[in-house]
């Protein structure tokens, strides 16, 4: 049932390519428009959205902090994005022309439930993601939109991890194409580009050794924390990267906004301490990949070892690294498909070289139905 592989983590970190593929099957149609039929909103209830708000847990809440990138970008719709337990216990401002968005693996989660339900009794619109077709809160929602990750078994999430962004990126595309269209052009090439990903991201998976190499290394010191940072859309990978080291190899680790550095967490870098920055193109965005740089600078002199993910052919931050991790090119905002890939694999090696069991963390659950 592993399919070959040793343990089920690394089998679907393997299926991504596939499962990000088939989350896009079928909801583009050959003139390069976006079709969510499926969902049963109409045009005019996805133009009559004035706010979203985003609420998740967890890796989903990640997905969520990639996608308010995406949507205020390409929607310039206001967008907000909340962990479901602090949503559900405040008086969020919402009302019928708010869209929200509750992202959901399992679709049984009791905070994200309860958080819809909140949203709910106050008119907004609940448009729910999730990859358990007939689950608790996909039945509760106005609409769905569902992710083909297919079962997920490992505890960690990998593969719904990207299918939600997919996912994510198709509801913000397709209300770029409703909205008319300040970026018109840039929307239809950011689609091609989405299409061409598990092509990329099956590239990125043949080239791991590195990676994994690496990780038994950061593990010979384990008393270390990782650090890792990002701005933009690596800011929420950086997240997400910290999470999975935390989950699986029960090490301190932490992900940052690589500008918050000097506002406290640099004093945590010393002699040797592992800091791993996911680093933008150089290409378009290059005032970002500017900063990254000074930070990585920043926290090299301070002794930090920095394993850099960054675009293939990135000579500069080649220069200033200790390690990279590269992964191809990609529009910024699409990024994270590829930058968290690594991060997943690192956090599996390293915690099979603790030897740990990646499939089954202690203390945690698949499913997280209880608050
Ligand atoms: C981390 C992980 C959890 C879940 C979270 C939300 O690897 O799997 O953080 O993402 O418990 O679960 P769902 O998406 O099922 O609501």
Same mark, same amino acid.
């Given at each position: 049932?592993?399919?070959?592989?040793?343990? &089920?983590?690394?089998?679907?970190?393997?299926?991504?390519?596939?499962?990000?593929?088939?989350?896009?099957?079928? %909801?583009?149609?050959?003139?390069?428009?976006?079709?969510?039929?499926?969902?049963?909103?109409?045009?005019?209830?996805?133009?009559?959205?004035?706010?979203?708000?985003?609420?998740?847990?967890?890796?989903?809440?990640?997905?969520?902090?990639?996608?308010?990138?995406?949507?205020?970008?390409?929607?310039?719709?206001?967008?907000?994005?909340?962990?479901?337990?602090? &949503?559900?216990?405040?008086?969020?401002?919402?009302?019928?022309?708010?869209?929200?968005?509750?992202?959901?693996?399992?679709?049984?989660?009791?905070?994200?439930?309860? /958080?819809?339900?909140?949203?709910?009794?106050?008119?907004?619109?609940?448009?729910?993601?999730?990859?358990?077709?007939?689950?608790?809160?996909?039945?509760?929602?106005?609409?769905?939109?569902?992710?083909?990750?297919?079962?997920?078994?490992?505890?960690?999430?990998?593969?719904?991890?990207?299918?939600?962004?997919?996912?994510?990126?198709?509801?913000?595309?397709?209300?770029?194409?409703? %909205?008319?269209?300040?970026?018109?052009?840039?929307?239809?090439? #950011?689609?091609?580009?989405?299409?061409?990903?598990?092509?990329?991201?099956?590239?990125?998976?043949?080239?791991?050794?590195?990676?994994?190499?690496?990780?038994?290394?950061?593990?010979?010191?384990?008393?270390?924390?990782?650090?890792?940072?990002?701005?933009?859309?690596?800011?929420?990978?950086?997240?997400?990267?910290?999470?999975?080291?935390?989950?699986?190899?029960?090490?301190?680790?932490?992900?940052?906004?690589?500008?918050?550095?000097?506002?406290?967490?640099?004093?945590?870098?010393?002699?040797?301490?592992?800091?791993?920055?996911?680093?933008?193109?150089?290409?378009?965005?290059?005032?970002?990949?500017?900063?990254?740089?000074?930070?990585?600078?920043?926290?090299?002199?301070?002794?930090?070892? #920095?394993?850099?993910?960054?675009?293939?052919?990135?000579?500069?931050?080649? #220069?200033?690294?200790?390690?990279?991790?590269?992964?191809?090119?990609?529009?910024?905002?699409?990024?994270?498909?590829?930058? /968290?890939?690594?991060?997943?694999? &690192?956090?599996?090696?390293?915690?099979?070289?603790?030897?740990?069991?990646?499939?089954?963390?202690?203390?945690?659950?698949?499913?997280?139905?209880?608050?």
């Amino acid at each position: 049932e592993k399919g070959g592989w040793d343990t &089920f983590m690394r089998k679907e970190i393997n299926e991504q390519p596939q499962a990000v593929a088939d989350t896009l099957r079928g %909801r583009i149609d050959g003139n390069g428009q976006i079709v969510l039929d499926e969902v049963r909103m109409s045009d005019q209830d996805f133009r009559d959205i004035d706010k979203v708000f985003i609420i998740a847990c967890g890796t989903s809440y990640h997905a969520g902090l990639v996608t308010k990138y995406a949507i205020e970008h390409w929607t310039r719709i206001p967008c907000e994005v909340e962990l479901s337990s602090e &949503f559900r216990y405040r008086d969020p401002v919402l009302d019928r022309s708010t869209l929200v968005i509750a992202i959901s693996q399992s679709g049984e989660t009791m905070d994200t439930l309860m /958080a819809l339900r909140h949203a709910k009794d106050q008119k907004a619109r609940v448009l729910s993601i999730s990859n358990t077709v007939g689950s608790t809160i996909p039945r509760e929602s106005d609409a769905v939109l569902y992710t083909r990750a297919g079962i997920e078994v490992a505890v960690a999430s990998t593969k719904a991890f990207l299918t939600q962004l997919a996912a994510c990126y198709l509801v913000g595309l397709h209300l770029a194409q409703i %909205r008319g269209i300040k970026y018109a052009d840039e929307v239809s090439a #950011v689609l091609s580009e989405l299409v061409a990903t598990p092509d990329k991201i099956t590239k990125l998976l043949q080239d791991m050794e590195p990676v994994r190499a690496l990780a038994r290394e950061v593990a010979t010191r384990t008393e270390q924390r990782v650090l890792f940072i990002g701005r933009h859309v690596g800011y929420p990978v950086a997240l997400e990267g910290a999470l999975k080291l935390k989950e699986l190899a029960y090490i301190h680790a932490e992900g940052f906004a690589a500008g918050e550095l000097k506002h406290g967490p640099i004093s945590l870098i010393d002699d040797g301490t592992p800091v791993i920055a996911i680093v933008p193109s150089p290409r378009g965005r290059s005032l970002l990949h500017d900063k990254i740089i000074s930070n990585i600078q920043e926290v090299k002199a301070r002794g930090a070892k #920095v394993i850099a993910v960054c675009e293939e052919g990135d000579d500069i931050t080649r #220069v200033h690294a200790d390690h990279v991790i590269e992964t191809p090119a990609s529009p910024t905002l699409l990024a994270p498909l590829l930058t /968290a890939v690594p991060l997943q694999e &690192f956090a599996a090696e390293l915690a099979t070289a603790l030897d740990k069991d990646i499939d089954q963390p202690r203390n945690l659950a698949k499913s997280v139905t209880v608050e």
